[in-house]
Each structure stands twice: as C-alpha cells, then as structure tokens.
C-alpha cells in the first residue's frame, strides 16, 4: 500500500541532543512538508520542499533543520537550539507542485523531553 | 499572512443529530478549503474539500459549504454516528500553485449515543 511512514512513533530527547525523526513516502508525490502540533492548537508548518535538493522555512522554522536529498525522504532533526520541543510532529506529502492539492499525512511522531 | 479562525473548539451532538462546524479564513485570495479529521495518536485525514469555483460540494453524509464574500467555510455532518467522535481541522490555502495550508486550532466533536 501506498503511504506516508514516519519512524519512531514515540522518540525521547536529552536536554542538549538532536534528534532526527524519520519521514518516507512512496506516493511518488513532489511536495513534502513538516508539522507541529501542539495541544489545542491547530498544525504550524515547520519546513517544506516543493522538490529534491530544495527546502523553504514554514512559520516556525527557528530550531529545526531538514534535508531533500531523495525524493521519497525529508527527515527532520530537531536541534537544541529548539528550547520547547516536545510535540507530535507530522509529515505530509502531496502530489504536485502547482495546483492545490491534498495532503496526505503519516500518524506522527510523539517527540518528549527526558 | 493568512488568519484561520475555527469554532467551536469543541461540540456534543446526540447521535443521529447534525453537527456543524464553522471557519473564517482573512486572506481573500485563499481558493483551496479542506477538512481533515484526527483521531487519536493518528494523523489527519482529509474527508472533503472545496475549492472556491464552487459553493458547495457533498459526500453522504458530509458537506461542505462555502461564502467567499464572507471568507467563511462550513462542515456539515448529518445522522452523526459514534465513529465520527474525532477531531476536526479546517484549512484554507492561497494562491495558485503548492501554496501551504493555514490551519484551524480544531474541533473536539463527540457524539453522545
């Protein structure tokens, strides 16, 4: 089946440490993006990537970095400059790059603090 | 930037009764309106969009209306059963090509059987 899998599901950070949580999809889609969500708040885009080998800041960029090196792939690190980390991160993909179209998203990553 | 604004944040309904829930969106040029419903530990899935051509658009038991000269957006959902107890966002995305997508904070629907 096509989908979007994002790894681990749950994932615990040191103070100090990155940590680089896993994004893949074989939907063959263009446009990978990265979000956070927070509880009672509504999903903030982090980065996203129209196409391979190039990535734009979304609205909360600060404290996160991604790479496109492959098509399928767009991992996430999230540094120790980020100083409130702990969130369920989603990806998402969709298929074109003009046009809206829908996103599709993984089940997310529930990222603590230790 | 673009402001999505959601209510209620969150909404009981008797099932077999209909819930609405109701977005405001500020950016006029926005055109692509979906709706994704969370259930826990999960991520969203989108259930129906509209585009803003249109000022309607149904599937069953969902529907979507749309009013452009008041930038708002409606997700109707009729005969409500207990599998429809989730969390509903709505989105609103700007102009043309792979513009991103403004979220609202959400809605916490139950259904009370």
């Known amino acids: 089946d096509g989908g979007i899998t994002q790894s681990p599901k749950y994932l615990f950070r040191k103070e100090g440490q990155n940590v680089t949580l896993s994004c893949e999809q074989n939907l063959n889609h263009d446009a990978m993006y990265w979000y956070r969500q927070d509880p009672g708040q509504g999903l903030r885009l982090i980065y996203y990537s129209q196409i391979v080998n190039d990535f734009q800041k979304g609205d909360i960029a600060e404290g996160y970095s991604v790479s496109r090196e492959k098509k399928e792939s767009f991992p996430l690190t999230v540094t120790s400059a980020q100083k409130n980390p702990t969130a369920f991160y989603l990806c998402?993909?969709?298929?074109?790059?003009?046009?809206?179209?829908?996103?599709?998203f993984g089940d997310g990553t529930r990222l603590s603090i230790l | 930037g673009e402001n999505v604004e959601q209510h209620p944040s969150t909404l009981s309904v008797q099932e077999g009764d209909s819930a609405v829930i109701k977005c405001t969106y500020s950016d006029s040029a926005s055109n692509y309106f979906p709706w994704y419903k969370q259930e826990l530990g999960k991520g969203p899935q989108l259930i129906i969009d509209?585009?803003?051509?249109?000022g309607e658009k149904k599937d069953q038991r969902i529907a979507v209306t749309l009013n452009k000269t008041a930038k708002h957006f409606s997700l109707h959902i009729t005969e409500t059963q207990p599998e429809d107890s989730a969390v509903y966002f709505c989105?609103?995305?700007?102009?043309?090509?792979?513009?991103?997508?403004?979220f609202g904070t959400g809605t916490r629907l139950t259904i009370i059987p």
């Open positions: 509209i585009r803003s051509n249109v």
């Open positions: 989105a609103a995305s700007g102009q043309g090509g792979n513009e991103k997508l403004t």
């Open positions: 998402a993909s969709n298929p074109q790059v003009a046009g809206n179209q829908p996103q599709h």
